[in-house]
T-cell receptor, first 113, second 114 residues
């Protein structure tokens, strides 16, 4: 069965510091991977997605993620945090041939001034 | 920009009332989903649909029901609301004929049952 693990339910970084949000997945076949962001009282917005075209994926708002098959990881990074990055971030996986998406438990990012 | 709409955004009702949460998308997507999310918590799939007249229960048991009579419309109904139904309900759709077929989400309906 597919699963997604996000290490760290809360992450705090200083403004201007590196952001690293961790995501590991388990899937028996090469998956499709996604990162979503959720601001308070809103739905989820797609940040980026892994399509197997490239292992390093660039998304919106300066975020990027690297697919590492050997580590079954898809960690999200941003070189320099901005106050507006404070939000909840969800990693999700969908295996090829299925219509169901599995979400991680989310990581709340706090950016300190 | 996603074209998926949910109404109402916020609803406060008393126990025992019947409620319907509306979800519509204008993208022509076949697949639609309802997720339940408690504040600050993960998303749980409660219903999904592969197309018109197709509905399935998700991984989290829910007393709600759904229907899919038209491609663009996927309403969720609670016949008799209870305080345990207080939560945020997120509707989403996807087009799996396009590459990875990412999910597009509505802004959510926050339900409070007193």
């Amino acid at each position: 069965a597919q699963s997604v693990t996000q290490l760290g339910s809360h992450v705090s970084v200083s403004e201007g510091a590196l952001v690293l949000l961790r995501c590991n997945y388990s899937s028996s076949v090469p998956p499709y991977l996604f990162w979503y962001v959720q601001y308070p009282n809103q739905g989820l917005q797609l940040l980026l997605k892994y399509t197997s075209a490239a292992t390093l994926v660039k998304g919106i708002n300066g975020f990027e993620a690297e697919f590492k098959k050997s580590e079954t990881s898809f960690h999200l990074t941003k070189p320099s945090a901005h106050m507006s990055d404070a939000a909840e971030y969800f990693c999700a996986v969908r295996s090829s041939g299925t219509y169901k998406y599995i979400f991680g438990t989310g990581t709340r990012l706090k950016v300190l001034a | 920009e996603a074209d998926i709409y949910q109404t109402p955004r916020y609803l406060v009702i008393g126990t025992g009332k019947k409620i319907t949460l509306e979800c519509s998308q204008t993208m022509g997507h076949d697949k639609m989903y309802w997720y339940q999310q408690d504040p600050g918590m993960e998303l749980h799939l409660i219903h999904y649909s592969y197309g018109v007249n197709s509905t399935e229960k998700g991984d989290l048991s829910s007393e709600s029901t759904v229907s899919r009579i038209r491609t663009e419309h996927f309403p969720l109904t609670l016949e008799s609301a209870r305080p345990s139904h207080t939560s945020q309900y997120l509707c989403a759709s996807s087009d799996l004929n396009r590459n990875t077929g990412e999910l597009f989400f509505g802004e959510g309906s926050r339900l409070t049952v007193l």
